[in-house]
């Protein structure tokens, strides 16, 4: 299985609103509502951030929304913040039962 | 409050296995609601699905890695282990152990353990 492809880098000034894709195949991202969004600071463990396309786990600020069309899904930053400046990981479900993560995007807060 | 945490050899010699185990604490491991699993992250770069499993020791494996890779099961002692075989400098990598559930790779990880492959 592939991984699903992400921007290398997205950026942007505090208080504007990012979107970082996330795109797929109609095995993976475009089959299934299983797509989950993760934010790694540099050293520390992965943290959920959004899962079941655009569900916020309790404690998650309400400035990450998750979206999906056909076979790319994206999650949207709004109202940026520094400590936003991190690295995140989309996921899906596939048709093999496993699942694939994206190449990653860095979030770079200018 | 669900704790994970890695534990094995932090240096494994190419050709050989490596094994890590994860004890779960806080939960049984035993529920009908998870699945538990391996994430694994070579230094600098992104995450890696390794594979997972369900209590009654049915597994996934991500296929790129299904030839060289266990993961088992110890409900008596809360516990999952992964065995990785044939390693080269290419596996060197964070391994994470994993809560999985309904559809998410991970909603709660351990600290991750480092695994260097070299001779």
């Known amino acids: 299985q592939s991984a699903l492809t992400q921007p290398a880098s997205v950026s942007g000034s505090p208080g504007q609103s990012i979107t970082i894709s996330c795109t797929g195949t109609s095995s993976d991202v475009g089959g299934y509502k299983n797509v989950s969004w993760y934010q790694q600071h540099p050293g520390k463990v992965p943290k959920l951030m959004i899962h079941?396309?655009?569900i916020r786990p309790s404690g998650v600020s309400n400035r990450f929304s998750g979206s999906k069309s056909g076979n790319t899904a994206s999650l949207t930053i709004s109202g940026l913040q520094a400590e936003d400046e991190a690295d995140y990981y989309c996921?899906?479900?596939?048709?093999?039962?496993?699942?694939?993560f994206g190449t990653g995007t860095k979030v770079i807060v200018l | 409050q669900l704790q994970l945490q890695e534990s094995g050899p932090g240096l494994v010699k190419p050709s050989e296995a490596l094994s890590l185990t994860c004890t779960v604490a806080?939960?049984?491991?035993?529920?009908?609601?998870?699945?538990w699993g391996w994430i694994r992250q070579p230094p600098g770069k992104g995450l890696e699905w390794i594979g997972s499993l369900y209590y009654t020791g049915i597994t996934y494996y991500n296929p790129s890695l299904k030839s060289r890779v266990t993961i088992a099961v110890d409900t008596s002692k809360n516990q999952f282990s992964l065995k990785l075989t044939s390693v080269t400098a290419a596996d060197t990598a964070v391994y994470y152990c994993?809560?999985?559930?309904?559809?998410?790779?991970?909603?709660?990880w351990g600290q991750g353990t480092l695994v260097s492959v070299s001779s």
């Open positions: 079941g396309v655009s």
């Open positions: 806080g939960g049984s491991i035993s529920s009908t609601d998870y699945h």
């Open positions: 996921s899906s479900f596939t048709t093999s039962t496993t699942y694939v």
């Open positions: 994993a809560r999985l559930i309904a559809g998410v790779p991970a909603d709660y």
